[in-house]
């Protein structure tokens, strides 16, 4: 039998109200187009939901990654639910679609996608990531935590089919390049790139005793494909749980530190990074803070059970409680540093406008 593959494809095509959620609409047409492709085999099994305002298809299928019908039915799905949000004149419709016409892989053209393909293990568990105004290097603490932090992750230390090892694969977004690094032995090397969270970020990791994928990130970055902000790049990211992999418990436990993250506001601001359930993705104050959710199925024979709202649970509360404390003192710098980003990693900006307007009266010390 073929290897599985699951993909998560996302993208924003319509907010309610504003940018804070989705419409029901939204969803049952989605859900209308995936049942059409699971009655003709071209998937096995899909889930919709969303993650604030952005549209999220997890789907099971045999086709591997990259693959044009599975791409091309993710792309049509968006179109048909972009015509939905323009009829309810829903705020930002198809904002993430970059392009009139599919050119056989959603990759560049805005949606975000994260894909594996494997092969199914006796039990596999799996937690399906999906953030909102925040960008892809959120992903990149939590990741080293769970595949390279032992202080996080005892199978590290415990399990052997762990204690080899993971190796880190790393994209530069600017350069469109990435390189590996195996962990533990460069760890250093590995946490000097991906410390820089805009310009290096995790893009899937591997067990290095015998190269089986533990996890993948989406890097799409929408400021770089269209050449300006035309909104928050919301990423997700699949991870393999057990027998080799960390513990459930292992992947979720970064997340009760709610580490600063860009986005938020007009993609413009740093912040906290809250892990909520799925009821509470509907970021409104001052359009966040940042939010995680964490769906977790097992897969069994292609078919995905679940999910389980894996964050809707009080050992979570004091992170929540901490990032809103968080929240509140950034929220007091108002547009100063370091609430706002830097002017070089600002996307959502009048400062070149304002440049040209000002640059005659800038006159030399």
């Known amino acids: 039998m073929a290897r599985l593959t699951l993909s998560v494809i996302k993208a924003d095509i319509g907010g309610y109200v504003g940018h804070s959620t989705i419409h029901p609409e939204l969803l049952e047409e989605a859900k209308k187009r995936l049942t059409q492709a699971k009655k003709g085999k071209k998937l096995i099994d899909f889930h919709v ?21 599975i791409h091309k039915l993710a792309w ?34 805005g949606p975000g996608v994260a894909e594996m393909e494997f092969e199914e293990r006796k039990s596999e568990p ?21 595949f390279a932090d032992p202080f996080n992750t005892a199978g590290i230390v415990i399990d052997p089919a762990m204690h080899d090892g993971f190796i880190f694969e790393v ?52 400021s770089l494909i269209a050449g300006k902000y035309v909104g928050k790049d919301d990423p997700v990211l699949i991870v393999r749980c057990q027998s080799g992999f960390p513990a459930v418990g292992e992947a979720l436990e970064p997340f009760a530190f709610p580490h600063i993250v860009e986005g938020w506001m007009r993609g413009s601001h740093h912040g906290p990074l809250m892990p909520v359930p799925f009821h509470h993705a509907t970021p409104s104050r001052f359009d966040g803070p940042p939010r995680v959710i964490a769906a977790g199925f097992q897969i069994a024979d292609g078919k995905l ?9 009080p050992s979570f509360d004091e992170a929540r ?24 990693d600002l996307e959502y900006t009048t400062m070149d406008q304002l440049m040209k307007k000002f640059k005659n009266r800038f006159k030399a010390e």
């Open 171 to 222: 994209v530069d977004v600017y350069e469109s390049k990435t390189i590996r690094f195996t962990c533990p032995e460069e760890m250093y090397h590995l946490l000097m790139f991906i410390g820089a969270m805009r310009k290096y970020m995790i893009k899937a990791i591997y067990r290095k005793r015998d190269g089986e994928i533990g996890a993948v990130a989406s890097t799409q970055k929408l």
């Open 126 to 146: 799996v937690i399906v990531f999906m953030g909102d105004k925040t960008s892809p290097g959120a992903w990149n603490l939590p990741l080293f935590k769970m």
């Open 321 to 344: 409680r901490k990032c809103n404390e968080i929240a509140n003192y950034m929220r007091q710098h108002g547009p100063f540093e370091p609430h706002r980003l830097g002017l070089q």
């Open 305 to 313: 059970i679940g999910p389980v709202d894996l964050f809707n649970d």
């Open 49 to 69: 939901t969303h993650c604030g305002d952005d549209l999220e298809l997890i789907m099971t299928h045999r086709k591997g990654v990259e693959n044009k019908d």
């Open 76 to 109: 049509d799905t968006f179109l048909a639910c972009t015509k939905v949000a323009k009829s309810l004149k829903l705020y930002g419709a198809g904002q993430d679609l970059l392009s009139d016409t599919f050119s056989g892989n959603v990759k560049g053209m």
